[in-house]
């Protein structure tokens, strides 16, 4: 599992918000929207099996929205005492906006409020643009993960690993 910013080949224009933003559990009716983001946001995308499968082991998934819009989403699983991030996905008109950073703490408000005392993830090696983000958030790089992400041809990626003390 991978927790992923994209970095796109040019800057976005601000998108134009409704007045009214808030967080909402992903369900189904908004799958179809997150599949889509998905899609342009990354070379390896999710897939519909790979969300329900995180919805039905009952993991932390939730929306962004903007009005009815989705602006981001994140899924993240607890352990023990840790809770580690999968995928954080700001969509690509709405990147370069801070949005990320509202995912980010609103991730870490759940983690600490289920007694979570780390958060963990893991971002590809090339994701310069999300290793930035993450470390202004105050993950530190702890390790790699070996040709851990699919890649083009059939080739594999490293991973960096980053932890933050909650």
């Known amino acids: 599992m991978n927790a992923r910013l994209q970095d796109p080949a040019a800057p976005q224009a601000p998108h134009a918000l409704p007045p009214e933003v808030r967080l909402a559990p992903l369900s189904l009716?908004?799958?179809d929207a997150v599949l889509g983001i998905e899609k342009v946001a990354y070379s390896h995308p999710w897939s519909r099996g790979n969300f329900i499968d995180t919805l039905a082991a009952?993991?932390?998934?939730?929306v962004l929205l903007g009005g009815d819009e989705v602006i981001g989403y994140?899924?993240?699983?607890?352990?023990?005492?840790?809770?580690?991030?999968?995928?954080?996905?700001?969509?690509?008109?709405?990147?370069?906006?801070?949005?990320?950073?509202?995912?980010?703490?609103?991730?870490?408000?759940?983690?600490?409020?289920?007694?979570?005392?780390?958060?963990?993830?893991?971002?590809?090696?090339?994701?310069?643009?999300?290793?930035?983000?993450?470390?202004?958030?105050?993950?530190?790089r702890v390790?790699?993960?070996k040709r851990y992400y699919p890649a083009a041809a059939g080739t594999r990626e490293d991973a960096i690993v980053m932890s933050l003390r909650l």
Do not use: C
């Open 74 to 140: 994140y899924v993240a699983m607890l352990g023990v005492d840790e809770a580690h991030l999968l995928n954080l996905t700001v969509a690509p008109a709405f990147q370069r906006q801070g949005w990320a950073r509202v995912l980010l703490d609103a991730l870490g408000l759940w983690a600490r409020g289920r007694g979570a005392q780390w958060l963990w993830l893991e971002v590809r090696v090339s994701n310069l643009r999300a290793q930035k983000i993450y470390a202004a958030h105050g993950f530190q």
């Open 58 to 62: 009952g993991y932390q998934a939730q």
């Open 29 to 31: 009716e908004r799958l």
């Open 143 to 145: 390790g790699v993960r």
